[in-house]
Nanobody, 123 residues
Framework: QVQLVESGGGSVQAGGSLKLSCAAS????????MGWYRQPPGKGREAVAS??????????GSVQGRFTISQDRADNNHVMLYLQMNNLQTTDTGVYYC??????????????WGQGTQVTVSS
């Protein structure tokens, strides 16, 4: 059973930076695409960034150039996912979730979400 645990959230002023981490426990196939979602206050969840097994990344338009997703894979049982967030804006406020197969492409054995970590950006 795969579990995802996020960390690194917090409060920061606009223009600041945060780095989110996601520790995956359990077997994660090497073909599994992983990513980050967020849920702004009062809104639905939205995809933020993803990384495929070949290292190809994609980003939501509003975070392009400010956020960087990366992954460390020691082996298929030791995977870390990161999201470096620079020049944060108040509109980046929300709960951030680490997920497997963010676009439901069937690349992972399980569809798993972490418990989320709060990011608050103040003006």
């Amino acid at each position: 059973q795969v579990q995802l645990v996020e960390s690194g959230g917090g409060s920061v002023q606009a223009g600041g930076s945060l780095k989110l981490s996601c520790a995956a426990s359990g077997y994660i196939s090497s073909r599994c695409e992983m990513g980050w979602y967020r849920q702004p206050p009062g809104k639905g969840r939205e995809a933020v960034a993803s990384i495929k097994s070949d290292g190809t990344t994609s980003y939501r338009g509003s975070v392009q150039g400010r956020f960087t997703i990366s992954q460390d894979r020691a082996d298929n049982n030791h995977v870390m996912l990161y999201l470096q967030m620079n020049n944060l804006q108040t509109t980046d406020t929300g709960v951030y979730y680490c997920v497997t197969d963010p676009y439901n492409r069937g690349t992972c054995d399980y569809d798993v979400w972490g418990q989320g970590t709060q990011v608050t950006v103040s003006s």
